[in-house]
């Protein structure tokens, strides 16, 4: 444990101590803290270059049968004690809730066992190189002149969290992030088509040649000029990677024990029931060395396990805490994913686009609105027509809709591509058909 962690642990220990002896029967406490730096160029010069250092705490207070958690980020000693006095008090002001009970100890973590989530360079990464990472970003953008404006962003962070409580639980976990992204804005007499790539990971590797980045987002935002509505009707569709987390979003809002307890869910009643086509197997593995939705416990200090989420299409787990476990009468498992990682496919997405020989290649979603009850969901797409096989001419403003109990059914391939930037890693998937809205013909 660095002495940073070991700081954090102290200052853990200490209010975990005193919200005891303030009269709590059991409590949780927990610290975080981070230092990050954002460095943003656009257009040649350097726009922002800021560091940052946050630190915050968050006590989770057990008094005479209520429950309330409380935030602070003055770890000051004596507006710590203040603060901890009034969050105990206005706990015992709350109505009585039963089912708020700390987990018994031999199910929570109880040493502090860390995933190895930080990248052992990062220290050794300093203004210059990322000045220069996200100057480079920037150049490689301005390769046309069709080009108005390009935007890069560096950012960076290592920080780490303690968490203690009273039946034992503790667990520490500390982790680096580096993020890099290129945002640009092209020419097409008086529209101003714009379009993004991104990259992120645990390790500063994982960022790739800033220059690929660049020339990523200009080639996407040149694509955009002539966009247009087309005439819309029961279509095949694909969706590039970068955009299915937002439809699985939507989907995994069914999917937690609190929709489950407050009858919101169209996946209620469905466990051990095909939701979705047999090729889809989805996996929550917050295990992965390299991942974005990785640690070591999650919220209710519960050690990290992996668990099948959707197996051959078939619901086999929901995303269930401690406490709406207890109310359901379910078994535990997360209150929320980590890494969901599907199984992918062997073909890449040029070959998904040749196998829906006619349709639309979705490569971003804007808006929309889904209802985790009913399943219904509807969404704006951008993308490219599927023509004869082959990627034809932009589209915008269109609308795709449906409902996820039959939408998900309809999936006929996965890719061989999953989306690494973040941590839902899935790959493009291909739909044997939607219902999509345009314009005329």
Same mark, same amino acid.
Request: aromatic residues 6%.
């Given at each position: 444990?660095?002495?940073a ?8 220990e200490?209010?975990?101590d005193q919200?005891k002896?303030?009269g ?6 927990v610290v975080?803290?981070?230092r990050?730096v954002?460095?943003?160029?656009r =257009?040649g010069k ?8 946050s630190a ?7 008094a005479?049968?209520r429950?309330?958690?409380? &935030? ?6 004596t507006e710590?004690n203040?603060f901890l006095?009034?969050?105990?008090? *206005?706990?015992?002001?709350?109505d ?13 973590l109880r ?8 990248? @052992?360079?990062y220290g050794? *990464? ?5 000045k220069?990472l ?7 953008g301005?390769g =046309?002149? #069709? ?7 560096l950012?960076d962070e290592?920080?780490?969290?303690v ?12 982790g680096t ?6 945002e640009?804005?092209?020419s097409?007499g008086d529209?101003?088509?714009?379009e993004?790539?991104?990259a992120a990971? #645990?390790?500063?590797?994982a ?5 690929a980045?660049g ?8 694509d955009r000029i002539?966009?247009k &509505?087309?005439k819309?009707?029961e *279509? ?20 937690t024990g ?5 009858? #919101?869910? !169209?996946l209620d009643?469905q466990a ?5 086509s047999?090729l889809? &197997? ?13 640690r070591? %416990?999650?919220?209710?200090g519960?050690p990290?396990?992996a %668990? ?6 078939k619901l086999?787990?929901? !995303? ?10 379910m078994? +535990? ?5 980590s ?11 040029a070959?998904?686009v040749?196998?829906a020989k006619t349709?639309v290649?979705?490569?971003? !979603?804007?808006?929309?609105n889904?209802?985790p ?6 969404v ?11 990627i034809?001419?932009?589209?915008t403003e269109?609308n795709?809709t449906g ?8 999936l006929? @391939?996965?890719?061989?591509d999953?989306?690494?930037a973040g941590?839902l890693?899935v +790959?493009s998937l291909?739909?044997a058909g939607?219902?999509i809205?345009?314009?005329?013909a």
């Open positions: 444990m660095s002495n962690m070991n700081q954090e642990q102290k200052t853990a200490r209010a975990l919200v002896k303030l709590a029967q059991d409590a949780v406490v975080r803290a981070s990050g954002e460095v943003q160029v =257009d350097l726009e922002k270059l800021q560091e940052s250092r915050g705490m968050t006590v989770h207070v057990y005479d049968g429950y309330a958690a409380h &935030t602070t980020s003055d770890l000051r000693p710590l203040a006095s009034d969050a105990v008090k *206005l706990t015992r002001m709350l009585p809730d039963p089912e708020r009970t700390l987990p018994p100890p031999e199910l929570v040493k502090p066992a860390e995933l190895p989530l930080s990248d @052992a360079e050794k *990464l300093d203004t210059d190189r990322r220069k996200a100057a480079a970003v920037d150049a490689a301005h =046309d002149p #069709r080009v108005i404006s390009v935007t890069a962003n950012s290592d920080g780490g969290t968490m203690l409580g009273s039946n034992g639980l503790h667990g520490v976990q500390r992030y580096y993020g890099l992204s290129a640009v804005t092209v097409e529209k101003r088509p714009e993004w790539s991104q990971g #645990r390790k500063l590797t960022l790739g040649k800033p220059e980045l020339k990523e987002a200009t080639q996407r935002a040149l002539g966009a &509505t087309q819309g009707g *279509l095949a569709l694909v969706v590039e990677n970068r955009a299915v987390g937002t439809l699985l979003s939507f989907y995994l809002q069914a999917a609190s929709a489950l307890q407050q009858k #919101r869910s !169209f009643g051990g029931q095909l939701v979705a047999e889809l &197997t989805l996996r929550d593995d917050p295990t992965l060395a390299d991942g974005l939705g990785s070591s %416990f999650d919220r209710d519960l990290a396990q %668990f099948p989420f959707i197996e051959n299409g086999l787990n929901f !995303f269930v805490d401690w406490y709406y476990g207890k109310k359901l009468g078994k +535990p498992t997360s209150g929320g994913w890494n969901l990682v599907a199984t992918p496919g062997k073909d890449p997405l070959t998904l040749q196998q349709g290649l979705v490569t971003s !979603f804007s808006g929309g889904s209802n009850l009913t399943g219904d969901f509807s704006g797409i951008q993308g490219r027509l599927i023509v004869d096989g082959a034809g001419p932009p589209v269109m795709l409902n996820h109990k039959t939408f998900w059914k309809r006929e @391939a996965l890719g061989n999953p989306w690494l941590s890693r +790959p291909r739909f939607a219902a809205a345009g314009g005329k």
